[in-house]
């Protein structure tokens, strides 16, 4: 019987969004930017493109090494029937 103390809803699993949109590599984990730029509430991909722009300004400001922190990623998607791919 559950404790009538407790409220339902903390005794209910919590999935954050950032754990739902998480990808791991072996050890490494990592989030792509086109995806957490919706659930922070950006509509364009600019405007978002930009912010992490000034986070890698601060990164390295902070002395720590961007490319450490910063991937490039471009992800490629089928085109035609032969295989072909295409950078998004």
């Known amino acids: ?5 407790i409220p339902f809803e903390s005794t209910m699993p919590h ?6 949109i998480r990808h791991t590599e072996g050890e490494r984990e990592f989030w792509l930017a086109r995806e957490l730029s919706k659930i ?3 509509g364009r991909w600019e405007n978002f493109e930009n912010v992490i722009a ?3 300004v601060v990164c390295k400001f902070n002395g720590h090494d961007v490319s450490e922190h910063f991937r490039e990623v471009t992800k490629t998607s089928s085109v035609g029937s032969r295989d ?3 950078a998004m």
Do not use: E, I, V
């Open 1 to 5: 019987m559950p404790d009538d103390n």
């Open 54 to 56: 000034k986070a890698k």
């Open 84 to 86: 072909g791919k295409r």
């Open 15 to 20: 999935t954050s969004p950032f754990d739902a």
């Open 40 to 42: 922070l509430g950006y």
